[in-house]
């Protein structure tokens, strides 16, 4: 849509055309200068963002400031953002960010100081795990550290159930029930009925986020969700691994009213330093702790130590303390190279005035 349609465009039905893709303030914000509008981000692509007003998608581009000024790239637009849009030249130009109510970040692969925004104002965060070689309770366990540091709730989606023997699902939902307390859906991503409490699930107005493994089955769910045909691909017989078909994130609008966003595979579920210290992840162990003899118990080798008790006693999986202890490490490594880097960068800010 080229921005000489802009006038006269937005009408007063505008805010319940938001309402369609997401919006859920009472009332919308004033403009930044009379003509501009705002749009919701639902595709990232590398130089260009396709926006979309509650009635059409349309190419926007970030303004210079949005796309290289910002030290963070986490605070640049990502699928999900609420953008101020403004015609210049014949052209759609994004020119401001609305501030994020939720925000699911991960550290940026590769970068040691970096963190990288996946989606922003989603409320359910849907990790997608397959009941095959993807089942790994550890990554499941990151995924859920990572979520609790977003403000969005956690739901685990187990799909490929129909490649299960006669018996084989309770031991699944027994394993996820250890893991997490968090709401927890088994399903065949390829049958309507099997997917029909998940979607009753997602409320009009909700935005929800797909994240998990390629092959894990996120775009075979989201075809059925939404109704779209998305690219679909095979999972590799040796590895039990899946290509990339979702190559870019995207937000696409389902029928019961609630939004959705896929995003590629993630091979590194990498900590941002920012989650929360305390989450019910671990409550388990968080408990037990409570009855140790000392405090700062490392539960290592200290005598009176009531979780390594539990590990002795069978009552706690060993596998389950060292992923805590492995989580804890790493996140407190990662928030202290990003106080590093943040006082770099004052360092550098100061230096530059």
Same mark, same amino acid.
């Given at each position: 849509m080229p921005a000489s349609d802009a006038a006269g465009r937005l009408g007063v039905n505008d805010l319940e055309c938001l309402r369609q893709i997401g919006w859920l303030e009472a009332a919308l914000p004033e403009p930044p200068r009379p003509g501009d509008f705002l749009a919701r981000v639902v595709v990232h692509h590398r130089a260009s963002l396709e926006v979309h007003d509650g009635r059409e998608s349309f190419s926007a581009k970030p303004v210079p400031r949005l796309?290289?000024?910002? =030290?963070?790239?986490?605070?640049?637009?990502?699928? =999900?953002?609420?953008?101020?849009?403004?015609?210049?030249?014949?052209?759609?130009?994004?020119?401001?960010? #609305? *501030?994020?109510? $939720?925000? #699911?970040?991960?550290?940026?692969?590769?970068?040691r100081y970096g963190r990288q925004s996946l989606a922003a104002n989603v409320d359910l965060v849907l990790i997608v795990v397959g009941a095959d070689r993807d089942f790994n309770l550890r990554r499941i366990e990151r995924y859920l550290t990572l979520v609790a540091g977003s403000g969005a709730q956690p739901i685990v989606v187990l799909t490929k159930i129909d490649k299960l023997a006669e018996g084989e699902l309770a031991d699944f939902r027994e394993a996820l029930a250890q893991t997490t307390d968090a709401p927890t859906f088994c399903i065949n991503a390829k049958d309507s009925d099997s997917v029909a409490p998940l979607l009753a699930d997602l409320q009009p107005g909700q935005t929800a986020v797909l994240v998990g493994s390629s092959g894990?089955?996120?775009?075979?769910?989201?075809n059925r969700l939404a109704g779209v045909d998305l690219r679909t691909g095979a999972v590799r017989e040796r590895d039990g691994r899946g290509r990339h078909t979702t190559v870019t994130r995207q937000l696409v609008q389902l029928p019961g009213g609630a939004c959705l966003i896929d995003t590629p595979g993630l091979r590194e579920i990498k900590f941002t330093g920012e989650e929360p210290s305390e989450?019910?992840?671990?409550?388990?162990?968080?408990?037990?702790?409570?009855?140790?003899?000392?405090?700062?118990?490392?539960?290592?080798?200290? *005598?009176?130590?009531?979780?390594?008790?539990?590990?002795?006693?069978?009552?706690?999986? *060993?596998?389950?303390?060292?992923?805590?202890?492995?989580?804890?490490?790493? $996140?407190?490594?990662?928030?202290?190279?990003?106080?590093e880097f943040a006082r770099r960068q004052s360092r550098k800010a100061s230096r530059q005035r």
């Amino acid at each position: 849509m080229p921005a000489s349609d802009a006038a006269g465009r937005l009408g007063v039905n505008d805010l319940e055309c938001l309402r369609q893709i997401g919006w859920l303030e009472a009332a919308l914000p004033e403009p930044p200068r009379p003509g501009d509008f705002l749009a919701r981000v639902v595709v990232h692509h590398r130089a260009s963002l396709e926006v979309h007003d509650g009635r059409e998608s349309f190419s926007a581009k970030p303004v210079p400031r949005l796309r290289h000024a910002l =030290g963070d790239a986490s605070q640049r637009p990502t699928v =999900g953002d609420w953008v101020w849009v403004r015609a210049r030249a014949d052209e759609w130009h994004v020119i401001d960010l #609305l *501030p994020r109510r $939720s925000v #699911l970040m991960r550290g940026a692969a590769g970068d040691r100081y970096g963190r990288q925004s996946l989606a922003a104002n989603v409320d359910l965060v849907l990790i997608v795990v397959g009941a095959d070689r993807d089942f790994n309770l550890r990554r499941i366990e990151r995924y859920l550290t990572l979520v609790a540091g977003s403000g969005a709730q956690p739901i685990v989606v187990l799909t490929k159930i129909d490649k299960l023997a006669e018996g084989e699902l309770a031991d699944f939902r027994e394993a996820l029930a250890q893991t997490t307390d968090a709401p927890t859906f088994c399903i065949n991503a390829k049958d309507s009925d099997s997917v029909a409490p998940l979607l009753a699930d997602l409320q009009p107005g909700q935005t929800a986020v797909l994240v998990g493994s390629s092959g894990a089955g996120k775009s075979t769910l989201t075809n059925r969700l939404a109704g779209v045909d998305l690219r679909t691909g095979a999972v590799r017989e040796r590895d039990g691994r899946g290509r990339h078909t979702t190559v870019t994130r995207q937000l696409v609008q389902l029928p019961g009213g609630a939004c959705l966003i896929d995003t590629p595979g993630l091979r590194e579920i990498k900590f941002t330093g920012e989650e929360p210290s305390e989450t019910p992840l671990f409550d388990d162990i968080e408990d037990l702790a409570g009855g140790c003899r000392f405090r700062d118990c490392s539960h290592q080798e200290e *005598p009176g130590c009531a979780v390594q008790s539990a590990v002795a006693e069978g009552k706690l999986d *060993p596998q389950r303390l060292a992923s805590w202890r492995k989580l804890n490490a790493e $996140s407190s490594q990662r928030q202290a190279e990003a106080q590093e880097f943040a006082r770099r960068q004052s360092r550098k800010a100061s230096r530059q005035r």
